[in-house]
T-cell receptor, first 111, second 112 residues
Framework: GQSLEQPSEVTAVEGAIVQINCTYQTSGFYGLSWYQQHDGGAPTFLSYNALDGLEETGRFSSFLSRSDSYGYLLLQELQMKDSASYFC????????????FGQGTTLQVKP | SQTIHQWPATLVQPVGSPLSLECTVEGTSNPNLYWYRQAAGRGLQLLFYSVGIGQISSEVPQNLSASRPQDRQFILSSKKLLLSDSGFYLCACLTGGGGELFFGEGSRLTVL
């Protein structure tokens, strides 16, 4: 089977740093991506890691360790608008195209 | 850049009625296409995905079906809706070298 695990909720204050972890078990692995979804909206892409290491995009960074089947999303200088749900997703194979999501982490940023 | 048109945006259907959700993609060719369903407050459940015309992979056995009659058209259907089919349906296409899904605005289905 295939599964992804991430915490259901995280709370942090404005200006802080928060890390959202994701562990996965999949039969195939091509890369790990992260998405943000605000209430009522569609998910939007944040980052993608195909190789081990850290990818940085502005205030957001994403890390992958293929040997540990683990990744995380790091959000710095939190803002109120960062309150949303965050999903990790595994792209299992470029041949089959299968891409599955975790259950999501709800981030609440407090003043 | 690609654009995804998904319709209808909202619909309320009685149990046992048929369903057809349509999704068309612009700005890319031969994309991987996906249908996801999201229940309120939950994650995205992969329903179907397609790597080409007429090629459909199903993830979850259920009363839904999908078709890809053209390269950039993906259709989700049901002959008889169940209460459990209620949810937020999202069409998406894969862009770039992998991993980056671009979503449509979604179709919110309520089955009564």
């Amino acid at each position: 089977g295939q599964s992804l695990e991430q915490p259901s909720e995280v709370t942090a204050v404005e200006g802080a740093i928060v890390q959202i972890n994701c562990t996965y078990q999949t039969s195939g692995f091509y890369g790990l991506s992260w998405y943000q979804q605000h209430d009522g909206g569609a998910p939007t892409f944040l980052s993608y890691n195909a190789l081990d290491g850290l990818e940085e995009t502005g205030r957001f960074s994403s890390f992958l360790s293929r040997s540990d089947s683990y990744g995380y999303l790091l959000l710095q200088e939190l803002q109120m608008k960062d309150s949303a749900s965050y999903f990790c997703a595994v792209y299992g194979s470029s041949n089959t195209g299968k891409l599955i999501f975790g259950q999501g982490t709800t981030l609440q940023v407090k003043p | 850049s690609q654009t995804i048109h998904q319709w209808p945006a909202t619909l309320v259907q009685p149990v046992g009625s048929p369903l057809s959700l349509e999704c068309t993609v612009e700005g890319t060719s031969n994309p991987n296409l996906y249908w996801y369903r999201q229940a309120a407050g939950r994650g995205l459940q992969l329903l179907f995905y397609s790597v080409g015309i007429g090629q459909i992979s199903s993830e979850v056995p259920q009363n839904l079906s999908a078709s890809r009659p053209q390269d950039r058209q993906f259709i989700l259907s049901s002959k008889k809706l169940l209460l459990s089919d209620s949810g937020f349906y999202l069409c998406a296409c894969l862009t770039g070298g992998g991993g980056e899904l671009f979503f449509g605005e979604g179709s919110r289905l309520t089955v009564l």
